[in-house]
Each structure stands twice: as C-alpha cells, then as structure tokens.
C-alpha cells in the first residue's frame, strides 16, 4: 500500500474518552485489548473516517497495548481506513445475489455520474465508489453500505437522489 | 400454514421494544428456567429437542451446551456468533434488527444453562445499526432486571454486552471469533483444545449462531420434547432460510423442516416461483460454500425422492448429486445466469477472505480466482478446467479452518454438474465478451456448439 505524507489532527473529545471507557468496561480487568475492534471503530469515526499511524499509536497508548498489536489489527481487517476515503463512500456490495442483480451496471453507472473509477475519489474528496464483498442484504439487492446504514433495492433513481442528498448534507454517515 | 416459533411475533407493532416484547409473553423463558430449573434441566431440554447448530454446520446444541468445561471452576462464556457473512445469508440480521429481545432473552436463558456470567454477542462490523439496536435493547433488557447482579432474586449474575468485528468473514469460525473478540487477528485456531474446554481468554467457552440461541426460549417455554415433533428425523424444529437471485418474492422466511424444495419454490406462501417465469437452472441451498446443484437434482434426488428442507434430504447422494442445508441462504439461479462468472465471483470471495495462514488456502484461493477469471475473460486454456480441479481437490480437508473447504467445494460442484459451459468458454471466447452473455443468449440455446466441437 502507497503510504502517504498526510497529517491528521487528532482530536480524542471528552465524549469519545467516556465511550472509550465505556467500552473497555466491557472487559474484565487486565482484558482490555479486547475492546480494540470497537475502540478503532469509535476513534476511525471521530476522525474523517481514517486512522493514520499517530492515532492508531494513541489508541494503543490508551489500551496499554503495543503499537503493532493495533497495525496488525487495522491491516487485517476490511472496515479500518489507513489512508483518508471519499467523505461519502458508496462500497456496493458485488457478490454473487447482488450480481443477479445487476450491480456492476449500477456501478458503472454510479462512476460514469460521478466522473470516477473505482477507488478514486472525487477532486472535491466527496464522493468514492468502491466494490465490496457479500454485505448480508442478497434478498435486498442490488444495495450498497454507505457510512452506518445500508440503501438497499437500488435503481438509478435512487443513486440519482443519494448524490443529490449527500450534497446537501441530509445524509448521516455514523449513529452516534 | 407451518408453525412459526422464531417469528411468530415479527407482525407486532413495536416488538422491537421491550414494552411489547414483555407484554406479548417475553422473557418468560428466563423467568421459568431460572425459577423452577436447574442449569442441567435447561441442557437437557435443548438436548431433547434435538435442536441443531443453525450457523452451518449443524452440530447438535445440547451436546455442545454439555461439553463445557464446569469442573476447572474457571468463569465461563457463551457466546453468540452473529458474523453473519456468508453469501446469501442475511436471515441473523433480520432476527436482530426486528426482534432483539429475543437474541437477548435466549442468551439469558442459555448463559443461566452454562453456568456463564459474562458473555457476549459478537457482531460483524457492517452490521453497524444493528449493533446499536441491540446495545439498546441489552440497556432496556437491564433497566428491567432481566441482566446484572442477582437476577430475579436467584442469586444469578449475568453481564452481557455486544462486541463490533471489523470486516471480516473469516471470524465466523469460532475460534477466529474468539481471537477476534480478544482484539486480535481473527485467524483460526488449531483445535484441540476445542473452545468448551479453552475458548475466550482461556476459558471454557460455547459459541452459538443467533438463530440457535433464539431458538433457546420456545424450548424452555414449551418442552425439548414438543420441539422436536416440529420437523423430520433428525433435522428436527424450524429454520429460517434467507432467499436471493431469481426468485419472485426474495427475502427470509421461517420454514418447518422437512417441507419440500418444490414447495418453498413455487408456493405463494414462500418464493413464488421464478421472476419473469424464467427457466430455473441452478440453485444454491446452504450459502455460497455449499455445492451448487443443476435443475434436475434440485425437486429430486438421484434416486427419485422428493428433495425436502432438512439436513439429511439436501444432503442425499453426497456431493455426487447432493449439497447441504448449510446456513440456508438459498440463492436461485435462471438460465441467463453464467455458472463460470458466478463460480469467479465465489471464488474471488473466498480469495479476498482467507486468513493467510495455511498456505493451501492463501495461495490456492488466489489460484482459483485467477484462473476462473480467465476462463470468464476468454483467455481459458482447455487443461485449466482440470487445473482448477485439481487445486480445489488440494485446499480440501488440509487447512486447520473450513474456509478451504468452503472455497473448494463450490469451484468442484459447478466443474461437476457445469464442466460443458466451462468448455463453452475455453472454446468460444468470442462469444462471452460481455459479461451478460448469457442474458442475450442462454446456454441452453447454444449447448450443441460444444459437443460438436473437438479439441
């Protein structure tokens, strides 16, 4: 993976500490890595969606971990951004049910609209399409996860829309 | 009309709150095995019942209930397996989102059969909104006494939370998940030592699917015994089956066990036939590891009798002619679906989604996909078709998790029942350029070309 030269302000908010200690509540005394997963989800959408190798040493400061157990974590798993995303990323769901479908038309249609190619962000850093695996919705297909929710049933139409609510910031990205 | 005893209720307005869900019966079964059973009784009731491990595998409950480790005097965990993320099953996420209480009543009562006081429900990271849902609920189900210190006065303790994976398919197996839930990697462990006997931190462990668990209450509220009237043989009780593809009504449906295929298909009650009328070609009965059957193994089974809804049944004749129950995400397939592009597109899956730790599998998913994309692409070689068999037939059975096996045995089903469309591929790239190539002409209309053809 490219690493990129790109600073991120990091900001851990009195709000964000008590749901990290929430979270670590979770946990018997001495188990406190295990609340990485959430922890990183907490912290990634706090911070535009991303985690750069100075908040993900903050996380593992706050757990008493090393800062590899969380790397090896952050690059293991799908959901955890190294580098900064599309403020609205459409990850469409591209497995088999959603094929039937007919998403990759969807797709296509989606970065013709928006003048990009998968995993490109728009110039403005707004929008990014990219293709996922199986998101558990195949009897709602052709559906794509943007932010905390799913749009599932998806047309044309509806993308049409989703771009137009996304510009006029009526779209929330995270149930906080 | 079958009976519904996961979602008989899931027409209520409000169910989702603990308001409705107590005043329609909830709970109940919490306040009956605490009250008047001992943890054993509660074992022995779901060992009666016969009730199944609806994840996948089908593992008896009861007797994974009784393999846990109680002499060690170590704490004990249930937890509950809600990684839901095998394609084409999306049935956990509907039992969660519409009926939280559920889960949670059902995990009461079954971390009270343990002898478990802290465990957790383990969700996939996608699932985002219905983790809140269910953090919610869990407050609600608390602020009521049902969670906490000293429940109903018994003298139980139980402390239950929701734990957020991070994408990644692989920590449905339980030992993955388990590491997971430690804030690890989620790559499997060697078993032995099975998780009864060391799971989370350690400790003596269970691991149940959703829909296992939720299954939980109606047992205790009625009896092992009236439960397993419900079904056939051995697959006994109910099953909720998630439906996709070419079907007319798609979606997830709680099914009586032993109902025949041709009826979930085609009756009004269930899928409604095919969309469009289209013929039906294929279908996938257990989520997207099982092996794809052809039309003709799909009603019937090799030797005549009606294919049924139960393990054994979906199971009949083997992968020679047979597949599996699975998870029951059932996923239909017409004649303009491409079994060459649908095998990539699973195999590309399970590629993206192996671990990396045993090498059959890193490698060997990412040999499957490469070479399945390019028979789809028109660059096939007539000796890849027993190239893939021959990779496949090296994943299985020699990586420490199934997800090798689950990579494998798609790519062997459809090389079984499919190999001429295969060979349609290799010989006339030409004719499958664009990627709906069977949408403007089935292969049915165009079989003939690869017979006549020789190499």
């Known amino acids: 993976m490219k690493v990129l030269d790109i600073k991120q302000e990091i900001n851990m908010t009195e709000s964000l500490m008590t749901r990290i200690n929430e979270l670590i509540s979770h946990y018997p005394e001495g188990k406190q890595k295990s609340a990485l997963l959430p922890v990183l989800h907490e912290v990634q959408d706090a911070h535009n969606d991303w985690l750069s190798i100075e908040l993900q040493d903050k996380v593992a400061e706050i757990l008493s971990i090393k800062p590899v157990e969380v790397y090896e974590v952050v690059s293991f798993y799908t959901m955890f951004n190294r580098q900064p995303i599309g403020k609205y990323m459409f990850e469409f769901c591209t497995t088999s049910p959603c094929c039937l479908n007919g998403v990759e038309n969807l797709m296509d249609y989606t970065c013709d609209k928006l003048g990009v190619k998968v995993g490109e962000p728009t110039p403005d850093g707004m929008f990014e399409v990219r293709g996922v695996q199986c998101l558990g919705a195949c009897g709602y297909a052709p559906m794509m996860q943007l932010g905390d929710f799913y749009q599932e049933h998806l047309t044309k139409e509806k993308i049409d829309q989703l771009i137009v609510d996304c510009r006029d910031n009526k779209i929330t990205l995270h149930d906080k | ?455």
């Open chain 2, 1 to 455: 009309m079958s009976q519904k005893i996961l979602l008989d209720k899931i027409n209520v307005p409000g169910i989702k709150t603990y308001e409705v869900y107590r005043r329609e019966g909830g709970y109940a079964s919490v306040e009956k095995a605490i009250k008047t059973l001992t943890p054993d009784e509660v074992v022995e009731e779901v060992k009666t019942s016969g009730l199944r491990g609806r994840g996948g595998a089908g593992f008896p409950a009861g007797m994974k209930w009784s393999f846990i480790d109680k002499k060690s005097g170590k704490p004990r965990h249930l937890v509950c397996n809600a990684d839901e993320s095998e394609p084409g099953t999306f049935k956990d996420r509907f039992l969660m989102e519409h009926l939280p209480h559920l889960l949670i009543e059902g995990m009461i009562t079954s971390s009270y059969a343990l002898g478990a006081n802290l465990s957790y429900i383990y969700i996939r990271g996608e699932y985002m909104w219905v983790y809140k849902i269910l953090e919610r609920a869990i407050a609600e189900a608390k602020a009521a006494g049902w969670l906490g210190k000293n429940i109903l006065g018994s003298g139980y303790d139980l402390e239950l939370y929701v734990q957020i994976g991070g994408g990644a398919y692989i920590c449905g197996e339980e030992t993955a998940l388990i590491e997971s839930l430690e804030g690890k990697r989620g790559n499997p462990r060697i078993k032995p030592p099975f998780p009864a006997i060391s799971g989370l931190w350690s400790n003596p462990t269970v691991v149940n699917n959703v829909e296992t668990i939720a299954a939980v209450p109606w047992i205790i509220n009625n009896s092992g015994a009236d439960y397993a009237k419900i079904g056939i043989g051995r697959s006994t009780g109910t099953k909720l089956i998630s439906a996709s593809g070419h079907v007319k009504n798609q979606g997830v449906y709680e099914i009586e066990l032993g109902l025949s295929v041709y009826e979930f298909m085609n009756s009004d009650e269930y899928l409604g036939g095919m969309i469009d009328s289209r013929p039906l070609k294929a279908f996938v009965p257990g989520g997207s590891s099982v092996p794809v059957l052809p039309a003709n193994l799909i009603y019937k089974t090799a030797n005549g009798d009606d294919r049924l809804m139960t393990y054994e049944s979906l199971s009949d004749g083997g992968f020679a002619t047979g597949s599996m129950l699975g998870s029951g995400g059932f996923i239909v397939y017409n004649d303009t679906a491409c079994i060459v592009r649908n095998t990539w597109n699973f195999a590309r899956f399970y590629a993206h989604e192996s671990c990396g730790q045993c090498s059959p599998c890193r490698e060997g998913t990412g040999w499957l996909e490469k070479v399945l994309w390019r028979i789809e692409n028109g660059q096939g070689r007539e000796e890849d078709i027993d190239l893939l068999w021959s990779i496949q037939s090296k994943i299985e059975g020699n990586t420490i998790c199934p997800l090798g096996d689950a990579a494998a045995w798609p790519v062997a089903a459809a090389i079984r029942h499919f190999r001429d469309e295969f060979e349609y591929h290799v010989r006339f790239p030409e004719k499958i350029k664009n990627r709906e190539h069977f949408v403007a002409e089935p292969f049915e209309k165009v079989k003939h070309l690869v017979s006549k053809q020789t190499v």
